[in-house]
C-alpha cells in the first residue's frame, strides 16, 4: 500500500508536534520533514522522535515549497498553526496548490472559505477535530433546528478551560452559542467563561496536573428561570490524541476527494463523519 504523504505545519507547536509523532507510527502515512512555522521561532529544525523536521519560516517558505513539492510529489498538508496566520497560510497553500485540513481556529472564517473556493485545491476545514465533538455539536445542531424555543427562559453559564498556551476562545464553544440562542436563549459569545489560569485549573476544575498544558473541558450549564430544572452538558478531554485521530480520517477522506476530482471544494469534519 502507497503510504500517504503528509505535511504537518505549526510545529514546533504542541498540536502539530503530537500530530506528527502519531504519524510517524501510522503505517498508512508518511510524514513529510518539512513544517512552516512563525517568524520568531529560533530554531531551523525541530526533532520528533530523534527525527529531523526542518522549519521553514515565512521569508523561505515561498521558495523552498516549490523544491519539496518535485522532491516529494503530492502532499497533504495539516495546518496547526496559530489563528493569526489562518488566512495567509490558507492563501499559501491555495496559490501552490496544496490540498490542506486546517485545524486551526480564529481568522475570518468566511475569507478562508471563500479563499478555498476561488481555487483549485479542496480542504477540510473545522474548528475541532474531534470526531466524538463534532458529533455532539451536530446533535445540538438538529435539536437547535428542530425544537427552536425549547429553552427560552433559560439562563445559560458556558465556561471552558485549555492550556494558557492557547490565545483564543475556543471555537467549539462558540459555535455552541449559535445552537443554543436557537434554543430560545439570549447569550452571547463574550459571555463565555475562558480559563486559563493553571491554579484554578488544578484546584477548582480538577483537571490533572499531567494535562495541565494540554487538555480541553467545557461545561454548559441551563437553569430554569425558578432554579427547578437544571441541565448540564460537558465534555473533557485530556492531551491532544484525539485530534490525531480526527485529522486522520479527514486527511483519508480528503484523499479520496482528490482522487475523485473535486477542486475548490469546502468540507468540514461532518462531511468526514458521513464519509460523503
Known amino acids: 500500500m502507497n503510504r500517504l504523504k503528509v ?3 505549526g510545529m514546533p507547536g504542541n498540536v502539530a508536534a503530537s500530530i506528527a509523532k502519531h504519524i510517524l507510527a501510522d503505517e498508512r502515512f508518511e510524514l513529510v520533514r518539512y513544517s512552516t512555522t512563525g517568524p520568531d521561532i529560533p530554531d531551523s529544525q525541530y526533532l520528533i522522535n530523534d527525527i529531523p523536521v526542518q522549519l521553514l519560516k515565512p521569508d523561505i517558505r515561498d521558495a523552498e515549497i516549490t523544491r519539496i513539492k518535485e522532491a516529494e510529489g503530492p502532499f497533504i498538508t495539516v495546518d496547526f498553526t496559530l489563528p493569526a496566520a489562518v488566512n495567509d497560510n490558507a492563501e499559501f497553500y491555495c496559490r501552490h496548490e496544496l490540498p490542506f485540513v486546517m485545524g486551526t481556529t480564529g481568522g475570518d472564517r468566511a475569507l478562508l472559505e471563500k479563499t478555498v473556493l476561488s481555487s483549485s485545491i479542496s480542504a477540510v476545514i473545522a474548528p475541532n477535530m474531534a470526531k466524538q465533538i463534532v458529533g455532539f455539536q451536530a446533535m445540538m445542531e438538529y435539536a437547535a433546528e428542530n425544537f427552536p424555543g425549547l429553552f427560552d427562559g433559560y439562563s445559560l453559564e458556558i465556561r471552558e478551560s485549555h492550556q494558557k498556551t492557547k490565545v483564543d476562545t475556543s471555537g467549539t464553544a462558540k459555535a455552541m452559542v449559535t445552537y443554543f440562542n436557537k434554543l430560545g436563549i439570549r447569550f452571547a ?8 489560569d493553571p491554579e484554578i485549573q488544578q484546584k477548582q476544575w480538577k483537571i490533572p496536573e499531567e494535562y495541565i498544558n494540554g487538555h480541553a473541558w467545557h461545561t454548559y450549564t441551563l437553569d430554569a428561570p425558578d432554579k427547578t430544572a437544571r441541565f448540564a452538558f460537558s ?3 485530556n492531551g491532544r490524541d484525539i485530534y490525531s485521530w480526527g485529522t486522520f480520517d479527514a486527511i483519508c477522506f480528503l484523499q479520496k476527494k482528490i482522487e475523485s476530482q473535486t477542486p475548490g471544494t469546502v468540507f ?5 463523519l458521513k464519509g460523503g
Open 189 to 196: 459569545e463574550n459571555d463565555i467563561i475562558k480559563i486559563r
Open 235 to 237: 465534555h473533557n478531554i
Open 268 to 272: 468540514t469534519m461532518i462531511d468526514v
Open 7 to 9: 505535511m504537518v505545519n
